[in-house]
Nanobody
Framework: QVQLVESGGGLVQAGGSLRLSCAASGRSFSSASMGWFRQAPGKEREFVSAITWSGGGTYYADSVKGRFTISRDNAKNTVYLQMNSLKPEDTAVYYC?????????????????WGQGTQVTVSS
């Protein structure tokens, strides 16, 4: 069992930055690939970014490529999502998730453990 707790969300103006954190506890964290997803009101949950268990591989949705950076610190059991140049369309609840795979996964049904989510609101 893995427990995930996100933090770092908030209200920011367009063009601003936020850094989300996801603290993991429970079974071995370093052996799982991790991902960030987001869900806006009335929309389906969508993939944002993922990182391999080692941190050596990352992948981003086209909508955030070049603006967001995912990283992880296995010593701290924490995954981060640095979000720069935020846009109003980035407004959503952001979720951290963990797979049982070592490689990158982009579909929600490939993730087993989920955090409770943190709200990110970008004002225009």
């Amino acid at each position: 069992q893995v427990q995930l707790v996100e933090s770092g969300g908030g209200l920011v103006q367009a063009g601003g930055s936020l850094r989300l954190s996801c603290a993991a506890s429970g079974r071995s964290f370093s052996s799982a690939s991790m991902g960030w997803f987001r869900q806006a009101p009335g929309k389906e949950r969508e993939f944002v970014s993922a990182i391999t268990w080692s941190g050596g591989g990352t992948y981003y949705a086209d909508s955030v490529k070049g603006r967001f950076t995912i990283s992880r610190d296995n010593a701290k059991n924490t995954v981060y999502l640095q979000m720069n140049s935020l846009k109003p369309e980035d407004t959503a609840v952001y979720y951290c998730a963990a797979t049982r795979y070592l490689s990158i996964r982009t579909r929600p049904n490939e993730y087993v453990y989920w955090g409770q989510g943190t709200q990110v609101t970008v004002s225009s």
